[in-house]
């Protein structure tokens, strides 16, 4: 019963006109929002909608949180919802919102496969039994203007989520039947490579943070695949493939928003 009140509150929340100003923050400022079709835009301000709802949002550290920086963040979590069932991160209560990076105790890559325990600074993070996710407002990307945005911690924070949606963190979220087996040979040959390549001290187009471990690697995975998805395409076209039929986006084909972020 409760599934279905849910529903119908999600579906009505969705249905519900985006305040103009908040439709502003999010055309300025999500980076490929442009690239997006039609229905996904609409489908993106119903769920930032549902969102913003049902998620507690609290600063840290003194940040006052706005409307730009709720929406913002709501905004680019919804990016990974788009076309797919979603039950809106159902392990996930509370999103913390630092104003810059911050400092929290664990593992840091110091290069080469080494990683060092500590306090260290920090851009987000989340847990499977932590119900929240905390991200640094200033590491956001947003607007087309500023540097190339390599990364996007809401979208790595987010993936996680999603990765949690089956109660386990192992680097495979829940699959549409008939993905299982591509998933797992493509995940599991991609994973080894990069880990090579960084032990190695070779380039990477993937963050080398996805060596640490299967969990992190997803996670990484998406970053690239939204944030650059034609050099992920080129270096890795099985991985893309894959993410493509999860995401249902397609971000290979967008817009170049890179190239208008170096030259605006
Ligand atoms: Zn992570």
Redesign the pocket.
């Known amino acids: 019963m409760s599934k279905l009140l849910n529903g119908y509150r999600r579906h009505r929340l969705r249905s519900l006109p985006l305040p103009t100003e908040w439709e502003r923050v999010i055309e300025h400022n999500v980076v490929f929002f442009e690239s997006l079709s039609s229905a996904d835009r609409k489908a993106l301000f119903g769920h930032t909608q549902v969102l913003l709802a049902e998620k507690r949002f609290e600063g840290c550290d003194g940040l006052v949180l706005t409307d730009e920086i709720r929406v913002t963040v709501a905004a680019y979590a919804s990016v990974l919802l788009l076309g797919r069932d979603t039950d809106y991160y159902p392990r996930l209560t509370s999103i913390l919102v630092y104003p810059g990076a911050y400092v929290a105790r664990g593992e840091r890559h110091l290069g080469d496969g080494i990683w060092e325990e500590g306090d260290h600074t920090r851009l987000g993070?989340t847990g499977l039994r932590l119900g929240a996710v905390v991200v640094a407002w200033d590491d956001i990307p947003r607007g087309r203007g500023g540097r190339i945005p390599r990364g996007n911690v809401v979208l790595?924070?987010l993936a996680?989520q999603l990765d949690f949606e089956d109660y386990v963190a192992d680097g495979t979220p829940l699959l549409e039947p008939g993905q299982h087996a591509s998933w797992k040979q493509v995940f599991g040959d991609e994973y080894e490579r990069l880990r090579c390549a960084v032990n190695a001290g070779e380039p990477t187009v993937l963050d080398p943070y996805g060596a640490k471990n299967r969990?992190?690697f997803f996670?990484v995975a998406t970053e690239a695949f939204f944030c650059r998805g034609r050099e992920m395409q080129a270096a890795h076209p099985a991985l893309y493939r894959e993410l493509r039929a999860f995401y249902h986006q397609h971000p290979a084909a967008w817009s170049p928003h890179e190239a208008s972020a170096a030259t605006s």
Do not use: G, I, L, S
């Open positions: 993070e790595h924070e996680h969990v992190e996670a």
